[in-house]
């Protein structure tokens, strides 16, 4: 049994986004057998039996450290507590959500110049938690390609980590966001002949996270305004837009799709608006809704995403509408889970729509589809790479080495030192691949530095 140290950047409580279900999810799997101590921003209202929960602050982060063996966070936490960089605790980092391309996203304020200085500062701040981890954990096989290259960047995929692992699945694991174990169960109705303006028959699209810069969703707004003008029975439910953390401000997608469907005379009739869904209560709005809609724009960040919300949809067995470019998109369309249409196709997605309302026969069939789906992403068994390692947590091998690797680091900008094997090694490699013509002109680049 080992001492395992959580600490969340995200509040956590009956209102939660990914990032606070995630850690409340794994605190709860690695408490059935650790000693699991999990420090929040804010003070909770959950409670568990086997689960000791404090308020994150500089000191009970230092105090904790000093007692538990291993630390589980995202990087951020590293730039919070930065005492935690060198501390001898083993630490394994989240980077489920690649934050550095999320970023480039979001509105900036700043000059050009203000953007690029915030830019390679967070970018640094990743090299950071990158250099000082023993293990990392990201949330599909395409973000382990990225962080892959991240780390090797970084210099953590080194010959003494590669001999010991060369597949790299010991550094570098991959752990999805999961599903409840248990199925989704309706408690109470809550919008079907409940909500204002939504009717006991009407056929019920639900947005199910947040409405941040990534997403789409006034294209959503756009498609449901020529729904609208075939059918009035369709709707479109938005679970939330303001975050429950009070430090993540409302984005401007959210202003601008409200804007929007006010705009439409949309707002109220054929769309609605909630502020945020209980984490204990959103099944209840899954199980009423009809379809699932995941509406992004086409950019890197969707392409390395892992929409967290789509999970619960596959959970609820609610049959799933998506623009195309991520991984669980691709994922509703082998398993047919539902349909795909293309970024920023308003008509496209406006027919899926109507197709997919006309079609509960199908609906059925997808919705047998997801259920089947979410076994395979059950909590405990994306996260049972992490609570295995936490059987038997070891510091990564390459730190053993530390002196040696914070040289090559500090001198990453010269030649290092006795490399003569490695530009004997090059000089042959040259001189089979360009002959001895080549090799004369590599080895006078060598010697002028370049």
């Given at each position: 049994?080992?001492?395992?140290?959580?600490?969340?950047?995200?509040?956590?409580?009956?209102?939660?986004?990914?990032?606070?279900?995630?850690?409340?999810?794994?605190?709860?799997?690695?408490?059935?057998?650790?000693?699991?101590?999990?420090?929040?921003?804010?003070?909770?209202?959950?409670?568990?039996?086997?689960?000791?929960?404090?308020?994150?602050?500089?000191?009970?982060?230092?105090?904790?450290?000093?007692?538990?063996?291993?630390?589980?966070?995202?990087?951020?936490?590293?730039?919070?507590?930065?005492?935690?960089?060198?501390?001898?605790?083993?630490?394994?980092?989240?980077?489920?959500?690649?934050?550095?391309?999320?970023?480039?996203?979001?509105?900036?304020?700043?000059?050009?110049?203000?953007?690029?200085?915030?830019?390679?500062?967070?970018?640094?701040?990743?090299?950071?938690?990158?250099?000082?981890?023993?293990?990392?954990?990201?949330?599909?096989?395409?973000?382990?390609?990225?962080?892959?290259?991240?780390?090797?960047?970084?210099?953590?995929?080194?010959?003494?980590?590669?001999?010991?692992?060369?597949?790299?699945?010991?550094?570098?694991?991959?752990?999805?966001?999961?599903?409840?174990?248990?199925?989704?169960?309706?408690?109470r109705r809550v919008l079907k002949g409940v909500w204002p303006g939504i009717?006991?028959?009407?056929?019920?699209?639900?947005?199910?996270?947040?409405?941040?810069?990534?997403?789409?969703?006034?294209?959503?707004?756009?498609?449901?305004?020529?729904?609208?003008?075939?059918?009035?029975?369709?709707?479109?439910?938005?679970?939330?837009?303001?975050?429950?953390?009070?430090?993540?401000?409302?984005?401007?997608?959210?202003?601008?799709?409200?804007?929007?469907?006010?705009?439409?005379?949309?707002?109220?009739?054929?769309?609605?608006?909630?502020?945020?869904?209980?984490?204990?209560?959103?099944?209840?709005?899954?199980?009423?809704?009809?379809?699932?809609?995941?509406?992004?724009?086409?950019?890197?960040?969707?392409?390395?995403?892992?929409?967290?919300?789509?999970?619960?949809?596959?959970?609820?067995?609610?049959?799933?509408?998506?623009?195309?470019?991520?991984?669980?998109?691709?994922?509703?369309?082998?398993?047919?889970?539902?349909?795909?249409?293309?970024?920023?196709?308003?008509?496209?997605?406006?027919?899926?729509?109507?197709?997919?309302?006309?079609?509960?026969?199908?609906?059925?069939?997808?919705?047998?589809?997801?259920?089947?789906?979410?076994?395979?992403?059950?909590?405990?068994?994306?996260?049972?790479?992490?609570?295995?390692?936490?059987?038997?947590?070891?510091?990564?091998?390459?730190?053993?080495?530390?002196?040696?690797?914070?040289?090559?680091?500090?001198?990453?900008?010269?030649?290092?030192?006795?490399?003569?094997?490695?530009?004997?090694?090059?000089?042959?490699?040259?001189?089979?691949?360009?002959?001895?013509?080549?090799?004369?002109?590599?080895?006078?680049?060598?010697?002028?530095?370049?």
């Amino acid at each position: 049994m080992s001492r395992v140290l959580l600490i969340s950047n995200d509040v956590i409580g009956k209102q939660m986004a990914g990032p606070g279900i995630r850690t409340w999810e794994l605190a709860k799997l690695l408490a059935a057998e650790h000693a699991v101590t999990l420090l929040t921003p804010t003070q909770t209202e959950l409670q568990h039996p086997r689960l000791s929960t404090q308020v994150s602050t500089q000191e009970s982060v230092r105090a904790c450290a000093e007692t538990h063996d291993v630390m589980i966070g995202q990087g951020q936490v590293l730039s919070r507590y930065p005492f935690l960089i060198a501390h001898s605790i083993l630490k394994v980092i989240d980077l489920y959500d690649p934050s550095p391309i999320g970023f480039l996203e979001t509105t900036q304020p700043q000059t050009i110049n203000g953007q690029l200085e915030s830019h390679h500062a967070l970018v640094r701040e990743q090299y950071t938690y990158l250099r000082a981890g023993d293990v990392f954990l990201c949330a599909s096989e395409r973000q382990w390609d990225f962080w892959a290259g991240m780390l090797m960047a970084a210099g953590r995929i080194n010959p003494v980590v590669y001999s010991n692992d060369r597949m790299l699945r010991n550094l570098l694991m991959v752990s999805p966001f999961g599903v409840p174990t248990q199925a989704a169960a309706h408690r109470r109705r809550v919008l079907k002949g409940v909500w204002p303006g939504i009717d006991r028959d009407d056929v019920v699209l639900l947005w199910g996270g947040g409405l941040w810069e990534w997403f789409d969703p006034m294209m959503a707004v756009s498609a449901m305004s020529l729904v609208g003008r075939k059918r009035k029975d369709i709707k479109l439910f938005f679970m939330g837009v303001k975050r429950p953390n009070a430090g993540v401000t409302t984005s401007h997608t959210a202003e601008q799709t409200i804007a929007l469907a006010d705009q439409l005379g949309l707002t109220n009739q054929l769309v609605f608006f909630n502020d945020w869904v209980a984490y204990e209560d959103r099944e209840n709005f899954l199980l009423e809704a009809d379809l699932g809609l995941n509406v992004h724009r086409d950019n890197l960040e969707t392409r390395f995403s892992f929409r967290t919300r789509m999970m619960d949809y596959i959970w609820a067995g609610l049959p799933i509408i998506s623009t195309e470019g991520d991984p669980l998109s691709d994922m509703v369309r082998a398993k047919q889970l539902g349909l795909t249409v293309p970024c920023g196709d308003v008509e496209s997605l406006a027919q899926a729509i109507l197709q997919a309302a006309d079609a509960p026969a199908i609906r059925q069939t997808w919705r047998n589809n997801c259920l089947e789906t979410a076994q395979e992403f059950s909590w405990d068994r994306v996260f049972e790479p992490v609570v295995a390692w936490c059987r038997s947590p070891a510091q990564a091998k390459d730190k053993e080495y530390a002196e040696v690797w914070n040289s090559c680091v500090e001198n990453s900008g010269s030649r290092p030192k006795h490399a003569w094997q490695y530009y004997l090694q090059r000089a042959i490699h040259h001189y089979r691949v360009t002959g001895m013509r080549g090799l004369a002109t590599r080895v006078m680049s060598w010697s002028c530095g370049r």
